[in-house]
């Protein structure tokens, strides 16, 4: 297995069967448990902070000790130490890494927004005037954030349908994916203070892939004035494990300026992480991309969040948006891979799809240098 | 003090100086200390569900747990045995009473609804052709619900102003409230289940008044395409009382039929809560409204924001929307009571207010029958 060495050593939320839930870190086909390191002595931390049903009370313990954690468990990796509490990945269930206080979902992807713009609003410009002001967002539901592997019931709800006036109520019929790097705040701010855009990383614990399940038709009835709501809240998948932020900051590279260039507390010079991702459906990769395509900055998108004011919370997550690049097998929803239907994509055995059908199976990666994130999975199950 | 007797005893969570949080029950001027009922005795309940900083454990317990409590403690409020366990309410600190999980915002209110649409959208209709058919609602920021009396600093954030094409930043300057009822979650469902109509009130723990806080100016910049965020998020007060469900359960009233008839999965009689509503606004009363203008109900919400398979859990939040009313002075927002500033409201001191000045007060009161809702109070401060 590449890309769980000791430079990763991402953190999740095990259980043995008939155990109760702690933290462990990824090594190879393996799971640290960290709390039987704490315990047995080479790992000197409070076994506490890890014999736990979520990475929150290690987050809250500080950046410190995060430091201190994550130092200790890359020396043991290396070394013989580490053998003896490690259980195979495939003898665990992985749960949920993190209780999240509120998620934010974003908007940050040029392409992706410009998409959406062209293909909902033909007559009108792509993006909206605030657009390139503003990492535009809207709160999610914090409740329905699931495990990679949850499987994904459809939804669902009233949607309009062309020409008619009044709306039908039934499963959704055009349920599609957005592939999306997420952000978990792993030190907290308070009410009243923002975070300026260059203390923003410090926030940050980790980040981990997101697939923010999306019922369209849904959307497209519901979202005026208020934005998305029932087409967004019935599911959210995060990947079972978090690549802290230390092992993937060597991805960082230089942004294009933004034009024009963003208010004084949004400034920074631009910047994205290079992490190739990609979209698998039913067995077929059906995009290509990476998350050096995003116009908004992680730092950035916490800014923004938190100059009204605004606190965030130890667990909270917030995520950049579906991610696009330039090019048609880059886009990051099936939406923009099928341009709404008008361009059906081809899978592998032969069948097209424009949206997702029941028993389809999604699976998000990523990856760069020495890390792989954490897969993200999930299949469609009909409504209930 | 009347509405505060042995039909009312909404619950709280207090703090004596020095001490820890723990769960109290309002009687008059005094707080019964539940902690110290049950460990005394005569609240036969284990002390565990009381001595904690929120509702959330006792509402976890479950409805015969609240049925169980809330008569002992009416048969208690009645008798002599209370008093040694009664605090008055003005020698402790009331805290936030719940940890909300999620928080949604309806906009449940068609006069509120067209009165917006009249001043945002002046040459289309007033409503959106989705609100008659569903309750809109969005999810706000659960991390920034503050207990009344928490002062309230002013936002900063992006505005854009008349003709301009560029935004500037700054605090805003059309800060605004929104006079809304709220729902406070105590039974929670389990995700991919829809709560029906007719079962959603058996989820609900109790209702509070909510003030809903709102920078008109950065919402009218950032609301497309994905709604409000950050003209929201910097806080949300809700009363440090909230009142069980069984203590207004006979202030529901008949409501006019809808029309159109929603779909079958929001049909209901149509109810309404008849609780009288008041603004003060630094000492003078700018709006007086009920709760039986809402459109739709609290159950018609729930089962909305339930019919997707998103899943509610204990201590989660949704509110109304603003309460307006058909007359003038029964609007529940400054926006609509100044017509966005065209007509300024007059203050007992002979001043005039269209938005908040820093240093304006907000007192929210509500009241039916034998019950006085807690009141949602805040003071303005000055940006940071």
């Given at each position: 297995v590449?890309?769980?060495g ?6 999740g939320?095990?259980?043995?069967a008939?155990?109760s ?6 090594l ?40 201190r ?6 020396a043991?990796?290396a ?23 509120d998620?934010?979902?974003?908007y ?9 713009g062209?293909?909902?609003r ?6 909206v ?61 308070a009410?009243g ?20 399940w999306?019922?369209r038709d ?62 698998e459906l039913?067995?077929?990769t ?38 696009s ?60």
């Amino acid at each position: 297995v590449t890309g769980f060495g000791p430079e990763h050593l991402p953190y999740g939320v095990f259980r043995r069967a008939g155990e109760s839930p702690r933290v462990g870190a990824r090594l190879g086909d393996g799971v640290l448990d960290l709390a039987a390191l704490a315990a047995d002595g080479p790992l000197d931390e409070d076994p506490a902070l890890f014999a736990r049903p979520s990475l929150n009370a290690l987050m809250a313990a500080g950046r410190p000790t995060w430091t201190r954690v994550r130092e200790a468990l890359r020396a043991l990796a290396a070394g013989p130490d580490a053998e003896p509490a490690t259980v195979a990945v495939d003898d665990v269930e992985l749960l949920l890494p993190i209780a999240a206080g509120d998620y934010v979902d974003f908007y940050s992807s040029l392409e992706h927004a410009s998409n959406v713009g062209r293909i909902f609003r033909p007559d009108a410009e792509p993006l909206v005037p605030n657009w390139r002001h503003m990492p535009i967002g809207y709160h999610g539901r914090a409740g329905t954030v699931v495990v990679s592997g949850t499987p994904i019931r459809r939804p669902s709800g009233q949607r309009r349908e062309p020409g008619d006036e009044a709306p039908v109520f039934g499963p959704s019929v055009r349920l599609d994916i957005e592939l999306e790097l997420g952000f978990v705040v792993g030190a907290a701010s308070a009410l009243g203070e923002p975070v300026a855009v260059d203390e923003a990383l410090d926030h940050v614990f980790g980040v981990a892939l997101v697939n923010d399940w999306s019922a369209r038709d849904l959307q497209a009835w519901e979202y005026r004035p208020l934005g998305p709501f029932l087409a967004k809240s019935f599911a959210t998948s995060i990947a079972a494990w978090v690549t802290p932020l230390e092992a993937v900051l060597d991805r960082r590279v230089g942004a294009p300026a933004q034009e024009p260039a963003p208010l004084a507390y949004l400034r920074e010079d631009p910047w994205a992480f290079d992490l190739d991702l990609e979209i698998e459906l039913n067995g077929t990769t059906v995009a290509r991309t990476s998350a050096r395509h995003l116009y908004w900055s992680a730092a950035q998108q916490l800014a923004h969040l938190t100059v009204n004011g605004a606190s965030v919370r130890v667990g909270d997550l917030f995520a950049s948006g579906t991610i696009s690049g330039p090019e048609r097998g880059q886009r990051g929803s099936l939406l923009e891979l099928s341009w709404n239907g008008a361009e059906p994509i081809e899978l592998a055995d032969g069948s097209t799809r424009s949206f997702l059908q029941d028993g389809d199976e999604v699976v998000l990666r990523g990856s760069g240098g020495a890390v792989t994130l954490g897969e993200v999975r999930g299949r469609i199950e009909p409504a209930g």
